[in-house]
């Protein structure tokens, strides 16, 4: 299932203006499309601060000016061919290895079983060798086209997944650093989805109580932020990293952020 025809009459995508007013219609629903926003800020990031060299051989990926009259402010158009493609191969992968008749759904929400089955999926989609601290791997766009997402990008994509899915229980939360997911009924379920700190060390699945219980400083004592739709799109733009090296931003990106 690919995009609705209602998100389709956004695009092209031209400059900042452009992108908000995806975003704007996005955040009147009840449900706005993660997978999608994210996808077009992990688009716009790569070619402005990973790959800032106008490419000539891209098919799809060209760049506009923000000003009329500064032409050295460019932006990428945002087509709607290359994110509806990246869009399918996200859902499909998602659709097609999880089957929702194998676990168990109730009235109260998803199973442990199935959030951890998605996780799994994620992580399986992972490289399984790359340095998790590097900037620019927290969108749907770093894990469709590199393989690649930092901790709280991973736990990001499993609700993302979920979302695909229909598990609407199933929420992002956070802490200053850490990341995990909330589901069931009233968000009362608990589930690690991707690794801890600097280490590799994998608790995927398991609930956050034993953390909470020792007071570690990653669950800030069970009082951590419980993420709604808005919220997990609000991190998602404050996710983005406009840094282009040590010392230099993207100004594009900045105006983008605020």
């Given at each position: 299932m690919g995009l609705h025809t209602a998100q389709k009459k956004y695009f092209p995508?031209?400059?900042?203006?452009?992108?908000?007013?995806?975003?704007?219609?996005?955040?009147?629903?009840?449900?706005?499309?993660?997978?999608?926003?994210?996808?077009?800020?992990?688009?716009?990031?790569?070619?402005?601060?990973?790959?800032?060299?106008?490419?000539?051989?891209?098919?799809?990926?060209?760049?506009?000016?923000?000003?009329?009259?500064?032409?050295?402010?460019?932006?990428?158009?945002?087509?709607?061919?290359?994110?509806?493609?990246?869009?399918?191969?996200?859902?499909?992968?998602?659709?097609?290895?999880?089957d929702l008749s194998q676990y168990r759904r109730t009235s109260a929400g998803s199973s442990r079983e199935l959030v951890k089955k998605v996780s799994d999926?994620?992580?399986?989609?992972?490289?399984?060798?790359?340095?998790?601290?590097?900037?620019?791997?927290?969108?749907?766009?770093?894990?469709?086209?590199?393989?690649?997402?930092?901790?709280?990008?991973?736990?990001?994509?499993?609700?993302?997944a979920c979302q695909v899915l229909g598990l609407k229980d199933v929420h992002l939360a956070l802490s200053e650093d850490h990341a995990w997911v909330i589901f069931g009924k009233n968000g009362e379920e608990t589930a690690e989805v991707t690794w801890h700190g600097k280490g590799n060390e994998d608790r995927r699945g398991q609930t956050v109580s034993v953390g909470v219980s020792e007071k570690s400083w990653l669950y800030l004592k069970g009082s951590y932020m419980k993420c709604d739709r808005n919220m997990e799109v609000a991190f998602m733009v404050c996710a983005i990293n406009p840094s282009l090296d040590l010392h230099t931003d993207s100004s594009e990106l900045l105006q983008l952020q605020q």
């Amino acid at each position: 299932m690919g995009l609705h025809t209602a998100q389709k009459k956004y695009f092209p995508l031209r400059g900042i203006d452009g992108v908000v007013r995806l975003f704007t219609a996005e955040l009147r629903k009840s449900e706005p499309d993660l997978a999608l926003l994210s996808l077009v800020l992990g688009f716009v990031e790569h070619f402005l601060a990973v790959n800032r060299v106008i490419p000539i051989n891209v098919p799809g990926v060209r760049f506009e000016p923000l000003e009329p009259d500064c032409p050295s402010s460019c932006f990428p158009t945002v087509e709607l061919g290359m994110i509806s493609a990246l869009y399918e191969r996200f859902t499909a992968q998602i659709r097609g290895a999880v089957d929702l008749s194998q676990y168990r759904r109730t009235s109260a929400g998803s199973s442990r079983e199935l959030v951890k089955k998605v996780s799994d999926v994620i992580w399986n989609s992972l490289s399984r060798s790359y340095f998790k601290d590097r900037a620019h791997i927290q969108s749907l766009f770093s894990l469709i086209t590199g393989t690649k997402l930092d901790s709280s990008g991973v736990a990001f994509a499993v609700v993302a997944a979920c979302q695909v899915l229909g598990l609407k229980d199933v929420h992002l939360a956070l802490s200053e650093d850490h990341a995990w997911v909330i589901f069931g009924k009233n968000g009362e379920e608990t589930a690690e989805v991707t690794w801890h700190g600097k280490g590799n060390e994998d608790r995927r699945g398991q609930t956050v109580s034993v953390g909470v219980s020792e007071k570690s400083w990653l669950y800030l004592k069970g009082s951590y932020m419980k993420c709604d739709r808005n919220m997990e799109v609000a991190f998602m733009v404050c996710a983005i990293n406009p840094s282009l090296d040590l010392h230099t931003d993207s100004s594009e990106l900045l105006q983008l952020q605020q």
